[in-house]
């Protein structure tokens, strides 16, 4: 079998070296807010070019799934995603960090990870050339629907009021409107400020709502920033491991779920978790611990993103479409090494496209021990750093990550501006996450909405367009079971124990 | 998500919203909820207004529908308060402990740092924003050894990163126009 023979190949002295420099290199990047994993393998894409196509390769997938991965970090540690895939680590990961459960929530997530690493690789190995024809199937309505889905996460998320966690959303859809259109070409939203021209970065964006507003109240008050349990217990890998074996079905599923969406072009690792977080949320039996610190919600995350390493590669080899931005950087390479990607690179290429397979799991099976020394470090310098040099510390690599994503201090200025802002509504009852949400899937939102409605006004058939296809309707169904599920549910068990009506509206006792 | 305030929203008796007194009808307590919903209401009949000057119908169906559904919400959000739903809502309220001075130190400070990047240079306008915030998040005293190690942390830390991002990873950060 074709498949095997390369498992030596890919476990060279060098393609192993490879492995690990690239696991590392990546989980180091990845970690640092501002810098993502498309930049960590756009910044590295220079030095695979005089590499065998395999090598080459196998150094890019690991510094792809290493910086996945370390964005974690950086989510569980700081309230700030390292890479957008993250975005959903922050909102279980750093609740754990807080009541003194971080160097758990790190272990964690290396596990999440890996698992999902391998099961994103597994289909890849198995079930490219079939997988990649689900891509084609997705048209614009679909990519609508999908952002419809990401976006009724806001009801899993919303602690507090629905309608403040919507207006948040809708408040982050025309934040993402902000410069020139996707579809046409008008200038929108500016008000004449020439800053605003070219959009709001979304990770520049990300970095400004989750962080600014930890540091503005971590400079009010002297206390800690994460809560130190009086021994260190390590890495607590043996309670991490029980965790995870009592939540295999969520990994799996999550990683699948991670899989799939990382097949879809131009849908990431950022999608992949809200949707496995969504679903990990709805099917658990402990709900009301999402967001407050439940470790089913950093598994669901940190498979689901790492699977989209396994999953974006099959339309990137099978189809030459990139499944996620970093793999449209990796096309690129693989074009300079003069490979041709396409349905037949499986049969004639055979032998690269194997290697690099295998070379794959063995990075994601390094980052087991790489990712448990660096979380076991990045966790300790963390608390151990003083409250005086952490704050300017994190301060300034909040300034240098979002200038270099566009060289562009417009940029800075804008990320400090929505963090205040941010910051602000917080105190109204209005979390951050739902405007992230928004400005995030917006452009996939907005896209798929208008060319799915130029299509159904062209066939006189919007409604059609919308509503009749059987992948939107699939997709509608999760939008209502997500979004009134969990209302249904208190809503019924309210009625049971004969409480108020205003039920999840009000949090009247 | 609240950010540090595990306790917000679990405690209806206690004043939410920056208005004084606990008188016990709801209304009279909590006014921020109704300019809020003012406030976004106002932000979608802005941006309304803004897509009437777009061209192309592909311009302005989303962020107009957006913009709509926003205004919808924040009328819901106001009758919600008028029947008294929002009572409880996650609303911080513990101000007046926390230092407002540091927090204001804070955010100058990165705002001037980006203002001040194109003319002092990354560099420079990065170790004095990270002075600055270092004084901001100052809470203990000033021993000899604080006084020393902090500053050459605190230069250790920026110019490394000022390197790491301009020779390894080849970032251009700007230079400054100044002459030194």
Known sequence: MAALDNLFAAMSPLNFLLALAGVVAGTV??????????????????????????????????????????????????????????????????????????????????????????????????????????????????????????????????????????????????????????????????????????????????????????LIDLVATPDKHLKVTTQSKGIRLREALAISWRGKFNLIRSSVVGTLVGILPGAGGSIAGLVAYSEARRTSKNQEQFGKGAPEGVQATESANNATVGGGFIPTLVLGIPGTPPDAVILGALLVQGVKVGPNLFTSESSIVYTFIWGLFLATILMLPVGLIIGRYAYRSIIAIPKALLVPTVAFMTLIGTYSIRNSTSDVVIMVILGVIGWVLGRFGFSASPIVLGLILGSIAEQGFVQAWTIGSATENIAGMFFGRPISLAIIAMIVISLFGPSLVRLIRGDRSNQSMTGDIGKNP | MTQDNPTTGTSPGVSSGPAPGNAPDNRTREISTPIMAALFVAIGALVIWDTTTYTDADSYVFPRTIASVMIGLSVLLAIQWLLGWTKGDDVETSTIAKSIPRRIGLVLAMIGAALLMPLLGFLISGILAFTAIMFAAMYDPWTPYRAIVYPIAGATIVVGFYLLFSRVLQVPLPEGTLPF
């Open chain 1, 29 to 214: 990047i990845g970690s640092l807010p501002g810098l993502t994993a498309t930049m960590a393998v756009a910044v590295l894409v220079p030095i695979t070019f005089s590499m065998e196509p395999a090598s080459a390769l196998i150094l890019m997938g690991a510094i792809y799934t290493g910086a996945i991965y370390g964005g974690a970090y950086s989510a569980i540690l700081l309230n700030t995603p390292g890479t957008p895939s993250a975005i959903a680590t922050t909102f279980d990961g750093y609740p754990m960090a807080k009541r003194g459960d971080g160097d758990l929530a790190v272990t964690l997530a290396c596990i999440a990870s890996v698992s999902g690493g391998l099961v994103g690789a597994t289909f890849l190995l198995l079930l490219a050339p079939p997988l990649a024809s689900v891509a084609l199937a997705f048209g614009p309505v679909e990519y609508f629907w999908l952002a419809v889905f990401g976006l009724s996460l806001i009801a899993a998320l919303s602690e507090g009021n629905l309608i403040k966690a919507l207006i948040g959303g809708c408040l982050g859809l025309l934040l993402s409107a902000i410069g020139v259109a996707e579809v046409s070409a008008d200038i929108r939203l500016t008000f004449g400020s020439q800053v605003l021209i070219g959009g709001i970065e979304t990770v520049s964006a990300l970095i400004g709502l989750y962080c600014v507003p930890v």
